[in-house]
């Protein structure tokens, strides 16, 4: 039996694929290196049952939610296995049985032969303690509607765990998002391929835990393809900075410049300064209204806390700095408009966030050595879409911001998209958690990128570091809990997590 592995303890592939990319892989896997496809297909449903009882041993009342397709061939292997094993299954259609063909049909078929309970859906049995959700594979375009969207929401209402064959039914294999109505499951098993939407956009909150087999198909198969996308995590991620020289000085690690706060927004740009000092930035500067100087300095002492009223105050601090962080804060006032001007036109790498984005759109430009790191509502203004339609193609909206703008660019969200250059895949970020849905965290996310990028990280692994790190934090910092996370939680935790502790 080929790998498995689950994001528990991080050990899933790295190279993310489309759903057309891992069919690819199945007919190639049966047509060249002659696996009969039924053999992939009980192997399929070995891997599903094997994890069921692994993780719900308790459970004697299984229920299969089928369709039509190949998925449903997967779902009645594990109904045979199940019943081979004791248990007392079901497995509950929808779709016209005559539909059925190929392996998934001689599937259907060995579990009419063994007795097997098979009617179509209506509704769930009382006392079901397990559900398998076989209902669609990954080739769904359109929305889930009529008995099949009923079925979905049944299944998400029901007390019983699911656990997701391949890909939740109803979630989008490429772009995770929700085709009208999804499953919800406890865990997914996908096979040969990890789908990219598993892991973006509504992918992470239905998929639930995530684990892989490859089927045993030999490594060949995926040879002659790029995968659509990367998983990110820090582990990977750690040692990127190396150790320090003993005879370093402050001047090695360069000098942030964090411009923003305007009036009555101190916070952010005190936030994001804080952020680039506690990843290892050497100096750091912050460029930002008078009336926020003083509770700066109070609080952290060791950002330089300038007053700027101008272009004229910035440009001594702009010649000093080695990276600018810019947007934290700024507003889109003269004020803001001005000093915009003036670094957009600096030779000065930048990091561009929040307001700034949003005075890009108004006036694009290209740089190659910038990191834009808009979130979903920053990024529609940027490529003058809605913020729907970027949710609902993660990838694709954060390729075409590259594109425009140049540079390294982070689409922020569940599944955080990095897109660097057109020679590298993209990356999404795994790690991460819902109590970071809370103000400030993208203030962080500016100055740890910005840190990253002072101490010599070229912009795409500046983006990608400075993704996984502050996921990392998250993470580290929601042990207490996700309920109440603040943005400065994290970086109590940066220092600990830069340093590959």
Aim: charged residues 20%; neutral net charge.
């Amino acid at each position: 039996m080929g790998h498995r592995a689950d994001n528990s303890n991080d050990d899933l592939p790295c190279a993310l694929y489309s759903a057309s990319q891992v069919r690819g892989f199945d007919r190639l896997a049966i047509q060249r290196f002659e696996i009969p496809g039924a053999t992939l297909m009980e192997r399929a449903g070995q891997a599903v049952f094997d994890l069921c009882k692994s993780r719900w041993p308790q459970a004697r009342h299984w229920v299969v939610l089928a369709g039509t397709g190949n998925n449903a061939g997967d779902g009645f292997v594990v109904a045979r296995l199940a019943h081979s094993a004791g248990m007392r299954v079901q497995v509950l259609q929808l779709g016209q049985r005559n539909r059925l063909a190929g392996d998934a049909l001689l599937n259907a078929n060995r579990w009419r032969d063994a007795g097997g309970l098979w009617s179509e859906y209506s509704q769930f049995p009382e006392g079901a303690e397990l559900l398998v959700d076989a209902l669609l594979g990954t080739g769904l375009e359109r929305p889930v509607q009529g008995p099949w969207a009923g079925a979905i929401r049944a299944a998400n209402a029901h007390v019983a765990p699911c656990v997701a064959v391949d890909v939740p039914s109803g979630l989008h294999a490429d772009t995770g998002a929700v085709l009208g109505e999804a499953i919800q499951a406890a865990a997914t098993l996908s096979f040969i391929g990890l789908k990219t939407g598993l892991f973006t956009a509504d992918g992470p909150d239905r998929a639930g835990q995530v684990c892989f087999d490859d089927l045993g198909v030999p490594a060949a198969v995926y040879a002659n393809e790029s995968p659509m996308a990367r998983r990110l995590a820090w582990p990977a991620a750690e040692g990127a900075l190396g150790p320090r020289q003993r005879n370093a000085h402050k001047g090695y690690f360069g000098h942030v410049l964090v411009i923003g706060g305007n009036h009555g927004m101190g916070g952010a740009p005190r936030l994001a300064a804080e952020a680039a000092l506690r990843s290892g930035a050497g100096l750091v500067s912050l460029a930002t209204r008078a009336e926020h100087v003083a509770p700066v300095l109070a609080a952290r002492p060791e950002i330089m806390a300038h007053a700027v009223d101008g272009p004229a105050q910035l440009e001594p601090l702009l010649r000093r700095a080695s990276v600018v962080a810019i947007g934290p804060g700024l507003g889109q006032d003269p004020w803001a408009r001005a000093l915009w001007a003036l670094v957009r036109e600096s030779e000065r790498p930048l990091v561009v966030d929040a307001d700034a984005l949003r005075l890009l759109a108004s006036e694009p430009m290209r740089r190659a050595d910038w990191v834009l790191t808009p979130h979903p509502g920053e990024a529609a203004v940027l490529l003058g879409v809605d913020s729907a339609a970027v949710n609902a193609r993660r990838l694709e909206m954060a390729k075409r911001m590259q594109c425009r703008f140049g540079g390294s660019v982070v689409l922020k969200g569940a599944g955080s998209i990095v897109v660097g250059s057109d020679a590298v895949s993209p990356g999404v970020c795994t790690a991460g958690n819902p109590g970071m849905a809370s103000g400030g965290m993208g203030d962080v996310l500016t100055g740890v990128i910005a840190g990253l990028r002072a101490q010599g990280l070229a912009p795409p692994v500046a983006a990608e570091r400075g993704v996984c790190l502050h996921a990392a934090c998250g993470d580290a910092a929601a042990r207490s809990g996700e309920r109440g996370l603040l943005a400065s939680d994290l970086i109590d935790q940066l220092r600990t997590l830069v340093n590959g502790r």
